[in-house]
Nanobody
Framework: VQLQASGGGLVQAGGSLRLSCAAS????????IGWYRQAPGKQREVVAI???????IYAESVKGRFTISGDNAKTTVSLQMNNLKPEDTAVYYC????????????????WGQGTQVTVSS
C-alpha cells in the first residue's frame, strides 16, 4: 500500500490550504486514515483521523478550523485547513491503518511522504 500526499505550501495567517492523500495498492481495507503533523523540535501529533465504526477525531487546537473528509472506502482523504495560524506550521503526514484482504491478513500502519505547511504571521 502506498499513500500519496499532495497540497501544502506557504500561506499567510488567516489563509486556507487543502491537503489530499490517496491510498493505492491491491486487496486491502482501510480501517482508519488521517493526518499527523510534526513541527520542528516537537513530537508528531494527531491532527484528524477518520475511523471505521468510530467518530472522527480532531486535535483540540484545530477544531472548528480544520475539516477532514474521505470517500466511503477511505482510500482518499482531504484536510481542509481554514483560518491557519503560525502554530500550524509543520510537516503534515498522511497515515492509514490498513488490513490486507489476502492472507496473512496482518494489519499494518502506513505513512505517506510529508508535506510542508508554512503559515507566516
Amino acid at each position: 500500500v502506498q499513500l500519496q500526499a499532495s497540497g501544502g505550501g506557504l500561506v499567510q495567517a488567516g489563509g486556507s490550504l487543502r491537503l489530499s492523500c490517496a491510498a493505492s495498492g491491491s486487496a486491502f481495507t482501510v480501517n482508519s486514515i488521517g493526518w499527523y503533523r510534526q513541527a520542528p523540535g516537537k513530537q508528531r501529533e494527531v491532527v484528524a483521523i477518520i475511523y471505521t465504526g468510530r467518530p472522527t477525531i480532531y486535535a483540540e487546537s484545530v477544531k472548528g478550523r480544520f475539516t477532514i473528509s474521505g470517500d466511503n472506502a477511505k482510500t482518499t482523504v482531504s484536510l481542509q485547513m481554514n483560518n491557519l495560524k503560525p502554530e500550524d506550521t509543520a510537516v503534515y503526514y498522511c497515515n492509514a491503518f490498513v488490513i490486507p484482504s489476502t492472507e496473512p491478513a496482518i494489519p499494518k500502519w502506513y505513512w505517506g511522504q510529508g508535506t510542508q505547511v508554512t503559515v507566516s504571521s
